[in-house]
């Protein structure tokens, strides 16, 4: 998704009475400090409850249905994804469908409710500049994995694997795994991998610096971490145009995305870099 215009977007939207826009965050965070098993079902439904009553004290019969129209979908939405929910949902909603966002975020947010002439989007710009749109590369010698993320969230994931023999970076597709393509490098024996790639350490990942700045641009990267040996995120760092964030001195290549975007999210960085 596109944030940045989204939020935009959101903030140009006017509706006056009786239409007015639905605004919706949702704490759903089961290892909150103040969050019991369930609570966040109680929020919605007094949530929901309470403009109910306030539209039916109003007496605006015409409001009263949009309201109930939004309710609808939005209930149904939470039922839909009850199974999978992540650290909370945010929704935006109006009874002509005109504005419908809802997503599910491993970000937590403060539950709030509006029925308002405008979209309340200062929470989700908030959670924007906390995590913009970030690249994430993790480096293990031969091995680079790259996640693609936003607001907590893994937007797409790319893995590749260096082939000694020709000192290309091949992309592995997703019915590949390291294992298959480390027959790239069946001729070598597994000393002579090592030695062969730190003779050459720095000039290959020269040659993949050119790759991570093109991802860059194409990825619209407002932010990018390196993960993994400080040396090989030096090299990078050193063939990069791209400005580098931060980097965190730790081998996670196989670790779950998410842990690894929560530790970067998290600002749990051994190192920080400026360029």
């Known amino acids: 998704m596109d944030m940045k215009r989204l939020i935009a977007k959101l903030k140009s939207v006017y509706r006056e009475k009786p239409h007015r826009v639905f605004s919706m965050y949702l704490n759903t965070d089961p290892s909150g400090p103040e969050q019991q098993v369930g609570d966040w079902k109680i929020h919605l439904k007094n ?21 109930k129209i939004v309710k609808d979908k939005v209930e149904q939405y939470v039922q839909d994804n009850e199974l999978n929910l992540s650290k909370s949902i945010v929704i935006f909603a109006t ?17 709030y409710f509006y029925w308002e002439e405008t979209a309340k989007v200062d929470q989700l710009s908030q959670m924007y500049e906390q995590f913009p749109k970030t690249g994430i590369i993790l480096t293990q010698k031969e ?28 992309e592995l597709t997703s019915s590949q795994n390291e294992q298959e393509a480390i027959e790239f490098n069946g001729e070598l024996r597994p000393d002579k991998l090592e030695q062969r790639f730190e003779a050459n350490r720095s000039r290959l990942y020269k040659t993949f610096a050119s790759k991570l700045d093109k991802l860059a641009k194409d990825k619209q990267w407002d932010s990018i971490y390196l993960v993994g040996d400080k040396k090989e995120a030096q090299d990078l760092i050193d063939n990069m145009n791209k400005p580098v964030t931060g980097v965190v001195d730790k081998n996670m290549l196989d670790h779950n995305e998410r842990r690894v975007i929560e530790m970067v999210q998290g600002d749990r960085f051994l190192g920080s870099i400026k360029q």
């Open 47 to 67: 949530g929901m409850n309470n403009f109910e009553s306030y539209l039916k004290a109003d007496g605006d019969s015409e409001e009263k249905k949009n309201f």
């Open 95 to 111: 009874a002509d469908e005109e504005v419908w966002f809802a997503e599910r975020f491993q970000m937590p947010v403060e539950t």
């Open 143 to 170: 091995s680079i994995k790259i996640i693609d993320s936003e607001l907590g969230s893994v937007l797409d994931t790319k893995r590749f694997m260096l082939d000694l023999i020709t000192e290309d970076w091949k």
